[in-house]
Every structure is written in C-alpha cells, then in structure tokens.
C-alpha cells in the first residue's frame, strides 16, 4: 500500500513539475488583432502566412469566421475570437443559443485550431449600452457551455472595456470605474475571478494625449526616455510613471480595488498608434506609429511590468494587422495596420533585442527586385549586365543549382539584382537597373535559394508574405513534435517509476 501511494504522489509530482516547466502561455506575450473592413480582404490562409512569416503566436479575430479558424488549424497560434456585438442579445436571453454558438464556433475547431479565449462583445457599454443588462449573463452562458463541454479550464471568457469607462485616470490610485456601470461591472468582475479570467481593456495613449489639448506630452505617450523631473508621481503612492499606457493599466487594478476586486489580472485586447491622418491630427504619422508599437513591444516582452507591478508585464494586442482602408470615420481610423491589404510592412518596426515577434532587428531587412511588370527585354539586358560587367557571381543561376527554378527572366533577374544590390552595400541607385528593379521588405528567397541578407535559418523577419514554400511553415510543426515528444518521453520516465515503485 505505501509503495501505491508513494507512486501515486510520484505521478502527480511530476506530472506537476513538468506542467508547470511547460506553462508558456503564462509569460506575457504581444499579439495582434485582424479587422476585416479591407476593399479587397486577403484570403485567410494569406493571412496566417502573414502570421507564421512575422512569427505572430497570439492573434485576436473580431468574430469566429469558419475560413480563418480553418487556416489556423494546426498552426499552433494562439487565437482568441469574438461574439460580434450584434449576436450577444441572443445568447444572453438564451442558453440553447450560447450552447450552439460553442458548438459550431469553438468544439468544432478546437484542439486542432488553439482557440484560448472568447471576447464576448467589444466595448458593450458604451457602444451598445441597451446591452449592459445581458453581458454578464451572456458571459455564463457562454461559459456554461464551455463547462460542458469540458472547455472551461483551456479557455477564458470575458469582455473588452474601453479605458474610457476609468475616471480620474491620475494618479492611478485615485482612479475609479464610473459608477453609473456599477450594476454591470460588480458581477462582470466577480464573473472574472471567480473564473480566473482576465479583465479586458482596450487602452490608447494616443487619444489620451489627443484630449489632453497639451497637458500630456508626446513623449510621455511615446513611451519615449523622460527626465526624472519629468516624469508624473503619484503623489498618494510617490510611484513614478514614465508612460502613459503604465499609467492606464495602474488605474485599472485600482479601480478594481475601489470595488474590492485585487486578483483579477488585466489583458490589453486592443493598443496602438495611428500612421496616418487629417491635417488636424498631424500626430498620427508614421514615425510616431513605429515609436509608440516598437516601445510598447519591447516594454511588455522584455518584463518591464508597470510601477505598481514591477516585472509583471501585461500581454498585449497591437491594434492591428491590416491598414483598414474600407473603415468608416476620418483617415485615422484606417491607418492603424502594421501591413497594408498585400502584407507590405507600413513601417519598420525597430525593434532590436525584443525577440523574433513581428521582426525584431529589421532595419537592413530589404532587398532588390525586378520590377512587376517591366519590359522583359530589359530586364534581360540588366540581368546580363549584372552577371557580367556587374561581376555578381551568378553560378547559383546555373542548372542544377539552388537558384535556378524557376526557370524565368524575372526570378534570375531578381537574384542577380539582390546580389549586386548587398554587393554595393544597398547604395543609393545600386537597385535600379534603369528603372526595371526596385527596393522591397519582401524575401524573395525560396526553398534552397537563400538570398542575401536572408535569415539563414529560413524565417522572413519583417517581410511580407513568402513567395514561395516559406520554411516558417515547417517550424511551428517541428515545435510541436519535438513538444509532444518530450511529454511523451516523460509520461514514459514517469510510467518506469512507477513499475519500479511497485
């Protein structure tokens, strides 16, 4: 009998030991939203290509849409859907129906695609406010059908709130929820603890400053360097803020507090900055967008956490994938993508020493190619040129070899205009070739033929789509083998001691 028990506490030791080991999905992490209101939406298997090229683990759709949730399938990456505001009447006035959105939109697909998390609704309160007095109850019954259909441990239910909805911002802990949602907040947050599930918040620094009229300083927005006398103190707490975006998620957890919540953690669903806009807001441009996504990827990846958590970073959503060109509302509000509608970078993101998400170091990330589109006989002159007078090593081009499918003028055009390109140390002019090359983001490197200033072991940092046969494709499969094997070879050890044991 003590050699059973002993096994018994054995088991679950290790079985304990080597879950925790493995908890990934508890480190904070960046993801990105995908809108749809594009004039010309990128098929869904472009957009997960898109997804696996920038090394993207986390992404957040604004519905459950069957081709996406497909195209994910067996990726690995980690998606959160949503119930679209116009559906959660329904589900919150009937359990059938919540059962049946769970059964087609999440059973269906899971575990195959990795749904981790349900938004129900975004921004109910005070998008649709005739809605408040079903949310939570929406969320039950969402949360009912997870239990059971044995989901409820692997995905978390909640709600995305707009930063909006917290009054008196600073100093962060004199903030407070606006008690006019108190009838919906109390029993939301009490819904969220009691499932260990997250309170969600859309936080944007940049119509924060934009409502300032001044009193916010772009840098402080920016998350940009300040002076110690610049920094904001709270005065209550002498807790120094460097950001707004810190300051935000402060005021959040003590807004909680004030309504005696304290365990319950904060997810940013949605944060950004604008690339574009009217000429009455001359801020929202594309250096202050790199600024703002490239600080705001290094501060959550790199475990910065905010002054009242230090070292607990919050995982974030950047707003958003694509420029949303179809968007209703003034140029802004289509210009928050970090790729436009053909996956092309709006910018680049600088983002040295913060992992391989969305590109890390990309700033020499470009390459030379023929122009789409150009006079074949051209091209054919400037491809000879660079063989030749050019002294770029072409033997790569020669049957047999790496670089020689495809077979055709603009593929070993492409290659030779690339290597002539790094060969000049990417000079201006050094990729024109009288007008039938140009600069681009995108890798054209494929298969075995890797190009120069490639990442030699075959991902596509901060480009666009792969043109063809993408080596990130196989990667996340491998992960997940070798994943599955070490569990499986552990489960084994575990089985050994056991028989031993016994």
């Known amino acids: 009998m003590k050699k059973i028990m002993a096994a018994m506490v054995l088991f679950l030791f290790l079985v304990l030991a080597f879950s925790s080991a493995s908890a990934d999905d508890e480190e904070a992490f960046i ?13 869904p298997t472009q957009v997960v290509a898109l997804l696996k090229a920038q090394q993207i683990r986390h992404v957040r759709l604004y519905n459950a849409d069957r081709g996406m949730l497909l195209a994910l399938a067996n990726t690995g990456i980690r998606v959160a859907i949503s119930i679209p505001n116009d559906q959660i009447l329904g589900i919150g006035q009937s359990n059938s129906t919540a059962a049946n959105w769970v059964s087609q939109n999440v059973a269906a697909h899971y575990p195959a695609t990795n749904i981790t998390t349900i938004c129900v609704g975004s921004e109910v309160p005070t998008s649709l406010p005739n809605v408040g007095p079903v949310l939570v109850t929406a969320l039950k019954y969402i949360q009912s059908a997870l239990v059971a259909s044995n989901l409820d441990r692997r995905i978390k239910v909640s709600t995305p709130l707009p930063s909006l909805m917290i009054l008196d911002s600073f100093p962060p802990s004199q903030a407070f929820f606006n008690h006019t949602w108190n009838p919906v907040l109390i029993p939301l947050l009490k819904f969220l603890q009691s499932t ?4 969600m918040l859309n936080v944007y620094p940049y119509y924060d400053y934009m409502k300032s009229n001044g009193v916010i300083p772009l840098d402080y927005a920016l998350f940009k360097p300040l002076l110690a006398n610049k920094e904001a103190v709270d005065a209550n707490t002498l807790l120094h803020y460097t950001n707004v975006f810190d300051a935000l998620i402060d005021a959040a957890y003590f807004a909680m507090a004030d309504l005696n919540i304290t365990n ?4 940013v669903t949605e944060s950004g900055w604008p690339s574009k806009g009217d000429s009455n807001e001359p801020d929202a441009n594309m250096d202050n967008a790199n600024t703002y996504n490239s600080n705001l990827i290094r501060h959550v990846l790199n475990k910065t ?14 707003y958003e994938l694509y420029n949303e060109d179809a968007k209703a509302g003034p140029l802004s ?9 053909n996956g092309v970078p709006t910018y680049i993101l600088r983002l040295t020493g913060s992992g391989s998400v969305l590109a890390n170091d990309t700033t020499n990330q470009t390459f030379c ?14 491809l000879d040129w660079a063989c030749g007078p050019g002294k770029v090593d072409c033997s790569s081009l020669l049957q047999g070899q790496a670089c020689y499918e495809p077979d055709t003028v603009v593929a070993h055009a492409t290659y030779a205009f690339d290597a002539y390109y790094h060969q000049m140390g990417k000079s201006p002019g050094s990729c024109d070739f009288n007008g039938v090359a140009t600069v681009t983001t995108t890798n054209p490197s494929h298969g075995s ?3 120069l200033g490639s990442d030699r072991n075959g991902t596509f940092l901060n480009s666009t789509i792969p043109a063809t046969d993408s080596k990130s494709s196989s990667s996340t499969s491998k992960f997940l083998l070798n994943k599955n094997a070490f569990f499986g070879a552990n489960i084994a050890i575990i089985l050994l001691w056991i028989a031993v044991l016994l």
């Open 31 to 43: 993801g990105v939203n995908v809108g749809t209101d594009l004039s010309d939406m990128p098929h």
């Open 196 to 199: 260990n599930s997250y309170l």
């Open 264 to 267: 319950v953690p904060v997810l």
């Open 305 to 318: 956490g905010t002054p009242k958590h230090p070292g607990i970073s919050v995982s974030t959503y950047i």
């Open 333 to 341: 509000e289509k210009n928050w993508g970090l790729f436009d509608k």
């Open 369 to 382: 190619t023929a122009k789409e589109g150009a006079d074949e006989k051209m091209v054919q002159a400037a």
């Open 449 to 451: 033929c890797l190009f």
